[in-house]
């Protein structure tokens, strides 16, 4: 059974700090990976989508990267900023023995990332 | 801007009502996803469709069921609410495996 885990829980860093957000899984047979950052109340909005052939993608100031032989990823965000305060979440899919996905996604308990002014 | 809708945005009913949540979704995706999330956990899949007439059941075990008569609409029933169903329940589309996930900004559950 895949396990998603994400370190640290919570984090809170000033404004304009480079930080990096982690999430491990069990598995190491995944289809894909995704980030997503949840705002208080709201939905998940999908951030970075990371194929299990790539080692990583970017998205203005957010760089994630997948090293699937170690069952980890991490999320970099580059110059912080209030705005990006949310709770990112990592989620994996899972890859079956034909070679493509049941589709179902596990997903980490999240990280919740505090920026302050 | 999202493109997945959910309705009611809040709700609120006694034991043993039966309620509907509404999901719908304009980008003509085929695969959709109900997930219940409660505070500071993650998200549980509780049903998934590939397509019209197309569902099957998630991970975590729940006495609501769906249908999927049209490929916009994935509507998710509570035949008898139960205090334990009081949780945040939020839709999701996608076009493919290898595609975001899209996600409605959810139905928060009450049941008393």
């Known amino acids: 059974k895949q396990e998603v885990t994400q370190i640290p829980a919570a984090l809170s860093v000033p404004e304009g700090e480079n930080l990096v957000l982690n999430c491990s899984f069990t598995d190491s047979a995944i289809y894909n990976l995704q980030w997503f950052r949840q705002d208080p109340g709201k939905g998940l909005t999908s951030l970075l989508l990371i194929q299990s052939s790539q080692r990583e993608q970017t998205s203005g100031r957010l760089n994630a990267s997948l090293d699937k032989s170690s069952g980890r990823s991490t999320l970099y965000i580059a110059a912080s900023q209030p705005g990006d305060s949310a709770t990112y979440l990592c989620a994996v899919r899972l890859l079956n023995a034909g070679g493509t996905s049941y589709g179902k996604l596990t997903f980490g308990q999240g990280t919740i990332l505090t920026v302050h002014p | 801007e999202a493109d997945i809708y959910q309705t009611p945005r809040y709700l609120v009913i006694g034991t043993g009502k039966k309620i509907t949540l509404e999901c719908s979704q304009t980008m003509g995706h085929d695969k959709m996803y109900w997930y219940q999330q409660d505070p500071g956990m993650e998200l549980h899949l509780i049903h998934y469709s590939y397509g019209v007439n197309s569902t099957e059941k998630g991970d975590l075990s729940s006495e609501s069921t769906v249908s999927r008569i049209r490929t916009e609409h994935f509507p998710l029933t509570l035949e008898s609410a139960r205090p334990s169903h009081t949780s945040q329940y939020l839709c999701?589309?996608?076009?493919?495996?290898?595609?975001?996930?899209?996600f409605g900004n959810g139905t928060r559950l009450t049941v008393t």
């Open positions: 999701a589309s996608s076009t493919g495996y290898n595609s975001p996930l899209h």
